[in-house]
């Protein structure tokens, strides 16, 4: 059985680092895309940045420079540090496995989201 459970969100000034981390169960790192999405409030949900199994990353526009995602194999975790944190990046932050991105972001398997509050 698949499973994906985030961890790290909190509250944050603007400016400031959080950590998530997605721990992963019933399958390996090396068997999915995994990704992390976000949903913020009145907003859809848009794809942040992912890994696949070769260590190939990506990110979207809104966070490039400021996210790194990031995998440790061994723990069967994947990171998401969140730099120079904004308002704008409040949302429900989401883990993915198998994820995909044509015709749009979407994914298979789902974490049940953790919450990352940027005060001004």
């Known amino acids: 059985q698949v499973q994906l459970v985030e961890s790290g969100g909190g509250l944050v000034q603007a400016g400031g680092s959080l950590r998530l981390s997605c721990t992963a169960s019933?399958?390996?790192?090396?068997?999915?895309?995994i990704g992390w999405f976000r949903r913020a409030p009145g907003k859809e949900r848009e794809g942040v940045s992912c890994?696949?199994?070769?260590?190939?990353?990506y990110y979207a526009d809104s966070v490039k420079g400021r996210f790194t995602i990031s995998k440790d194999n061994a723990k069967n975790t994947v990171y998401l540090q969140m730099n120079s944190l904004k308002p704008e990046d409040t949302a429900a932050y989401y883990c993915?496995?198998?994820?995909?991105?044509?015709?749009?972001?979407?994914?298979?398997?789902w974490g049940q989201g953790t919450q990352v509050t940027v005060s001004s």
């Open positions: 019933g399958f390996t790192l090396d068997d999915y895309r």
């Open positions: 993915a496995a198998d994820v995909w991105s044509v015709p749009d972001w979407n994914a298979n398997y």
């Open positions: 890994i696949n199994s070769g260590g190939s990353t």
